[in-house]
């Protein structure tokens, strides 16, 4: 992948925002105060598309990735290929094959004020959720 090389990285971002250390403190504490967490869309540095996922638990955080919480990302993905993420508000899914549709809110706030306690991250707030800013363009 192209876009999986460190000069490819910083000849299509300016800034990188999260190093391995904050983005291992952000999963870590997702996986403490966020752990029901759905709906989680993942942007990658070497694709357009935004990839469905959940919060990792606790053993899914490594120090320099996270153990496969993002359907059809085929395994780990370490932090330096994760563009942004976002969290909504609420999601919609399906229990079952041609269920209803059942809508669940997230506690974004009581999350956020925990992240507050272990460090600053590039945190974009909007009406439908929250976008982890890993590069700066």
């Known amino acids: 992948m192209k876009a999986h090389n460190d000069k490819a990285l910083r000849q299509k971002y300016s800034v990188r925002l999260?190093?391995?250390?904050?983005?291992?403190?952000?999963f870590l504490?997702?996986?403490?105060?966020?752990?029901?967490?759905?709906?989680?869309e993942y942007h990658f540095t070497d694709s357009?598309?935004?990839f469905s996922g959940h919060a990792p638990s606790k053993q899914q955080?490594?120090?320099?990735?996270?153990?496969?919480p993002v359907k059809g990302s085929g395994g780990p993905v370490e932090y330096k290929y994760i563009e942004r993420i976002f969290i909504?508000?609420?999601?919609?899914?399906?229990l079952y094959e041609n269920g209803p549709t059942?809508?669940?809110?997230?506690n974004l706030e009581r999350f956020l004020m925990e992240l507050c306690k272990v460090g600053e991250f590039p945190i974009i707030r909007t009406e439908?959720?929250?976008?982890?800013l890993g590069y700066e363009t």
């Open 18 to 26: 999260m190093s391995n250390h904050k983005w291992n403190k952000f």
């Open 29 to 40: 504490t997702m996986a403490e105060h966020g752990a029901d967490f759905s709906g989680i």
């Open 48 to 50: 357009e598309k935004a």
């Open 61 to 68: 955080v490594w120090d320099s990735a996270i153990d496969d």
């Open 88 to 94: 909504p508000r609420s999601y919609s899914y399906q």
């Open 102 to 106: 059942a809508h669940r809110a997230l």
């Open 128 to 132: 439908s959720g929250i976008e982890i």
